[in-house]
């Protein structure tokens, strides 16, 4: 059974499909679903509120900028670190294999490292 979505940006391509997601598990006695993403999440239910019923349906909103950028619990099996990364220079991205990337809040080494030990690549900078 589904009870955690995360939605990495608030934008149409990612939440234009959640509110027909959500009637369907309130159709199927889902009782309660945790939506994980940036601020303003939350306000997909205001926004549909005219065309979209959620009665048995208990929806809690965790934003990543509440436990400085962590989801999940000790008790949980999974831990996932948000860490928004934005291409610094379009042209410098499309040379060859150098990518420059620019964190927030100076996280910019510790995203790298994990990329590379997940991927076992490595990103010159």
């Given at each position: 059974?589904?009870?955690?979505?995360?939605?990495?940006?608030?934008?149409?391509?990612?939440?234009?499909?959640?509110?027909?997601?959500?009637?369907?598990?309130?159709?199927?006695?889902?009782?309660?679903?945790?939506?994980?993403?940036?601020?303003?999440?939350?306000?997909?239910?205001?926004?549909?509120r005219n065309f979209m019923k959620l009665r048995d349906?208990?929806?809690?909103?965790?934003?990543?900028?509440?436990?400085?950028?962590?989801?999940?619990?000790?008790?949980?099996?999974?831990?996932?670190?948000?860490?928004?990364?934005?291409?610094?220079?379009?042209?410098?991205?499309?040379?060859?294999?150098?990518?420059?990337?620019?964190?927030?809040?100076?996280?910019?080494?510790?995203?790298?490292?994990?990329?590379q030990s997940l991927l076992k690549i490595k990103i010159?900078?």
């Open positions: 059974m589904m009870e955690h979505i995360l939605v990495t940006h608030k934008s149409w391509e990612n939440v234009g499909g959640l509110p027909g997601v959500l009637l369907t598990l309130q159709d199927t006695g889902v009782p309660e679903i945790f939506l994980h993403g940036p601020p303003g999440i939350d306000s997909l239910y205001y926004d549909t349906l208990s929806i809690e909103y965790k934003h990543y900028a509440e436990n400085n950028g962590l989801f999940g619990e000790g008790t949980h099996p999974l831990i996932i670190r948000c860490v928004p990364l934005w291409e610094k220079n379009r042209e410098t991205a499309n040379e060859g294999n150098t990518v420059e990337l620019d964190a927030a809040e100076g996280a910019l080494e510790e995203a790298l490292s994990v990329v010159h900078s």
